[in-house]
């Protein structure tokens, strides 16, 4: 270490004098050359003895095992170091569990999340169809929170918000704003009927944990936007989502794309939705080597959303022809809808296997349903989404179940609903029972089976008021989208984002930029990894 940080001086002194000496001779073209040693090499163990002034007992000799062993460890230290904290998983601070909610007809899966210093606590619905975080804030019309002696949202009472004006690269709506500092506007329109929130947006912390390694002391507090939900409207009002929602979708505004550009976690994020209702969510996870997998889709030439092709359609063991199509895997979509060519194929398929009676139940919005005379569910075909590679999903829940006074199964319909649009919906129903990596960075949906249990023990028991922040928004550069034909929306809106503008670096900021790797290399030669707010 002693060798690496004199090293490390000796470079910087050199880099200063090289300035310097460019400064006054702009115009003199001058070579610059320097001898590199190889750490393991003789003249460097001399160099180490003259230093310390003893005989280096466990110098390896060149070509042996143990020399090759160094290299290799070396190489596995120097990579942690490079990925650092991408390797890590991050949930919400309070834990990654999520749970499910609602009335029969239609419920969502939420998670708690803190927000702010002093922080605040929300149960957000998770929604893979959209990307702001928005919270009741400041509010015009909302509905009652979920916990009556819950506060609000409320950006003064917050020492790290920050108002994002209309000049704010994420701003979205900032065109139509009549002065660029005044505080940026947005409207979130959901697909549900006249659903939508709006208000301003803000940025503030996000408390969250890790769990990477030394996790159950590692916390993370993520600058990220926010939308202050002054207005909500629609199934808002009937309370759906009460304390807000928590997008997850492509946007530039949501979480995890802001923790990916951040440099926080991996470009993806995963959601597992137990079949007895709880689950877990995790921010940086790709899934296991084993699951299967399938890409997701652009539309005109932009990925917008995580959308799916769909090849067939197979119930028990008939596969159905033509029923080929795309969908969206939207974890804010409660029942699965699939285009009515396609859905009408399906449920007369169904109906032909179910080998039951059906019958009609009043206020329910499933055409197939039918009547059940056991006190549990007789058995029902498989219905199964075959992706491409032959790629089979098996829904483990495609039912929706009506009991009888006494407890028993009195019917059941397949919740399956018609659309009159050429895209599906894959609602939270089908995802049941599966851990879904939506992998952000390769474009794929990943899929396992799983009882929905934390991926490792979990100790953080909320967010930690002392941590400092070690990241922080990404900046304009970082927007920018390194494959063009990534380009997704900046609000949940479906609006695509605006380029940003390209940084430029003049001559001297590139020779300091070049030279930046290698001194990074002396600087963390042989240092331990670093965590992000270990405490």
């Not at 001779?25 to 310390?52: C, G, N, P, T």
């Not at 929300?122 to 979920?146: E, I, K, R």
Request: net charge negative; glycine share 8%.
């Amino acid at each position: 270490m002693e060798v690496a940080r004199a090293l490390l001086v000796a470079v910087s002194m050199a880099v200063v004098l090289l300035l310097v000496q460019c400064g006054f001779s702009a115009q003199a073209h001058v070579i610059y050359s320097s001898r590199m040693i190889h750490r393991f090499s003789d003249e460097m163990k001399a160099l180490r003895v003259s230093r310390e002034g003893h005989t280096v007992e466990d110098w390896p000799e060149q070509g042996s095992l143990g020399y090759l062993h160094r290299l290799i460890k070396r190489d596995v230290e120097r990579q942690k170091m490079n990925v650092g904290s991408q390797h890590q998983l991050l949930f919400p601070s309070a834990g990654s569990k999520t749970m499910s909610g609602g009335n029969e007809l239609g419920w969502l899966h939420y998670t708690w999340i803190a927000i702010g210093m002093p922080s605040v606590s929300f149960l957000v619905a998770l929604d893979t169809g959209s990307d702001l975080l928005w919270l009741p804030c400041d509010c015009v019309q909302c509905a009652p929170l979920s916990d009556s002696d819950q506060n609000e949202y409320n950006p003064s009472h917050s020492n790290t918000s920050k108002s994002i004006t209309c000049s704010h690269q994420l701003c979205e709506l900032g065109p139509t704003c009549q002065n660029p500092k005044q505080p940026c506007p947005y409207t979130v329109k959901y697909a549900s009927t006249d659903t939508s929130s709006s208000g301003s947006l803000v940025e503030d912390i996000l408390h969250l944990a890790s769990d990477g390694v030394n996790a159950s002391n590692t916390y993370v507090r993520a600058p990220v936007i926010i939308g202050c939900g002054r207005s909500q409207s629609g199934g808002y009002l009937d309370g759906i989502a009460p304390d807000g929602v928590l997008g997850l979708g492509l946007g530039e505004v949501s979480i995890p794309t802001l923790l990916a550009k951040s440099g926080v976690t991996k470009n993806a994020f995963s959601l597992c939705f137990g079949e007895a209702g709880s689950g877990n969510i995790y921010f940086g996870d790709q899934g296991p080597p084993t699951q299967k997998t399938t890409p997701f889709l652009p539309i005109d030439g932009k990925y917008i959303a995580y959308i799916i092709g769909v090849e067939k359609v197979c119930i028990s063991t008939t596969c159905l022809d033509e029923t080929n199509f795309i969908a969206q895997f939207d974890s804010g979509t409660t029942f699965t809808s699939l285009p009515d060519d396609i859905y009408k194929a399906v449920v007369k398929e169904f109906d032909k296997q179910a080998n039951a009676t059906r019958v009609d139940f009043e206020d329910l919005p499933f055409e197939y349903c039918y009547k059940s005379s056991l006190q549990e569910l007789p058995d029902t075909p498989l219905v199964t989404i075959k992706f491409a590679v032959n790629n089979s999903f098996v829904v483990r829940d495609p039912l929706f179940l009506i009991n009888d006074s006494q407890g028993g199964v009195a019917g059941f319909c397949l919740a399956i609903q018609s659309s009159p649009y050429e895209m599906g919906l894959i609602g939270q129903n089908f995802m049941q029972g599966y851990r879904l990596a939506f992998n952000r960075e390769n474009l794929t949906l990943g899929w396992s089976r799983s009882k929905c249990q934390p991926l490792k023990d979990e100790k953080a028991s909320g967010s930690n008021a002392n941590a400092t922040s070690p990241i922080s928004l990404p900046t304009t550069e970082q927007q920018r989208t390194p494959n063009a034909q990534a380009v997704a929306p900046a609000v949940a809106g479906r609006t695509p984002s605006k380029s940003s503008a390209t940084l430029i670096l003049s001559n001297s900021s590139c020779f300091l930029w070049n030279l930046l790797p290698f001194l990074l290399l002396l600087l963390f030669h042989q240092s331990p990894s670093l965590h992000l707010c270990k405490y």
